[in-house]
T-cell receptor
Framework: KAGVTQTPRYLIKTRGQQVTLSCSPISGHRSVSWYQQTPGQGLQFLFEYFSETQRNKGNFPGRFSGRQFSNSRSEMNVSTLELGDSALYLCASSLALLDRISYNEQFFGPGTRLTVL | TQLLEQSPQFLSIQEGENLTVYCNSS?????LQWYRQEPGEGPVLLVT?????EVKKLKRLTFQFGDARKDSSLHITAAQPGDTGLYLC?????????FGKGTSLLVTP
């Protein structure tokens, strides 16, 4: 069974630009969560999508948004990039058999390394 | 404020040594998870501990959940270079997982 795939793996942007990252979950997984990982803050929850609906979101500004398609693939978008947005962006998929994302085993992709100059 | 504090932040040891890393919080968790993240990869779930005082073993790795369910430890016996990576603990007082910042472990031959 193929794992979670994320594209692109590396991205370099400049301040003020916007970026779109893509995540393909494991086949059959309906939940996709996004996390930001930085050395200073560690892994932080951005948002979770289930059946094309955002079920929950973390404490990030509105510049961070996402969506999920009918095939469960998900994209996240960051607009008006800032230097502090440089990070590893991870997505994780799960079967989501239980109603709270933390109760379900999550499978992480390799991440997209975003550098903002 | 970090909900889960991990220590030490960095650990460099030689092959064959034993080590323990810690995950502490002032909050009570219904469960805690441990992940290992290798360079260039996403975190991989190692174990979930659920019951206070629970001990789980995964080959040379021993995980313990504190009696009060506020802390956890990971002990590695006879570390090997393949154990190198970032060890993360995670818990969920709310909807989503909260992660500690991790312990970065380097095991040299």
């Amino acid at each position: 069974k193929a794992g979670v795939t994320q594209t692109p793996r590396y991205l370099i942007k400049t301040r003020g630009q916007q970026v779109t990252l893509s995540c393909s979950p494991i086949s059959g997984h309906r939940s996709v969560s996004w996390y930001q990982q930085t050395p200073g803050q560690g892994l932080q929850f951005l948002f979770e999508y289930f059946s094309e609906t955002q079920r929950n979101k973390g404490n990030f500004p509105g510049r961070f948004s996402g969506r999920q398609f009918s095939n469960s693939r998900s994209e996240m978008n960051v607009s008006t990039l800032e230097l502090g947005d440089s990070a590893l962006y991870l997505c994780a998929s799960s079967l989501a058999l239980l109603d709270r994302i933390s109760y379900n085993e999550q499978f992480f992709g390799p991440g997209t390394r975003l550098t903002v100059l | 404020t970090q909900l889960l504090e991990q220590s030490p932040q960095f650990l460099s040891i030689q092959e064959g040594e034993n080590l323990t890393v810690y995950c502490n919080s002032s909050s009570v968790f219904s469960s805690l998870q441990w992940y290992r993240q290798e360079p260039g990869e996403g975190p991989v779930l190692l174990v979930t501990v659920v019951t206070g005082g629970e001990v789980k073993k995964l080959k040379r790795l021993t995980f313990q959940f504190g009696d009060a369910r506020k802390d956890s430890s990971l002990h590695i016996t006879a570390a090997q270079p393949g154990d190198t990576g970032l060890y993360l603990c995670a818990g969920a007082p709310g909807y989503a997982l909260n992660f500690g910042k991790g312990t970065s472990l380097l095991v040299t031959p």
